[in-house]
C-alpha cells in the first residue's frame, strides 16, 4: 500500500473502530485483510497512534555516541581487528556487526593499513634477479 493511502486507511480504521464496527466488516469495507486492521487496532492501543509509521528518513548510528572512544581507541591500539573493537562495543552493551562497523568507520575516516602493526611479510615472488651466465 502507498504511505499516503495507508495513513488514511489507518485513520479511517481507528475511528471506525472507536465507533464499534467489528474488524471483519472494517476489512471488507476497505478491502484489505483483517491482520491489517489488527495492526491498526494493536498500534492505536499500544501507542495513540492513528497514523501509519515513518518510511525511510535519516537513522542515527548507534555508534554516534561512542564516536570519541572509538575513535581514542584506535589511536591507542593501531592493530585492532574489526572483530576486536565489535567485541569490546558489545562489552559497552552497543550490538552492532563486523559490516556496519566497517561501513561507520569508513564514513568517519577510519581506515587504515595494519600492515606495520601486524608486522606482515613482504609480497611473495622474488626478491632480486636471477644470476647472469656468462
Known sequence: ????????FARACASCLGSG?????IARRYEVSRFSVYQV?????????????QIGGHRRSRLEEAEAALRAGIAAEPGL?????QQRLAS???AIKIGALWHQLNKWNLTFKKN??????????????APRME
Open 81 to 85: 581487528t574489526l572483530a576486536e573493537l
Open 1 to 8: 500500500m502507498d504511505a499516503v493511502v495507508f495513513t488514511g
Open 92 to 94: 559497552q552493551g552497543i
Open 41 to 53: 487496532r494493536d498500534r492505536v492501543q499500544e501507542t495513540g497512534v492513528r497514523t501509519s509509521f
Open 21 to 25: 464496527e467489528g474488524p471483519s466488516a
Open 116 to 129: 606495520a602493526a601486524r608486522q606482515r611479510a613482504g609480497a611473495r615472488g622474488r626478491t632480486g634477479s
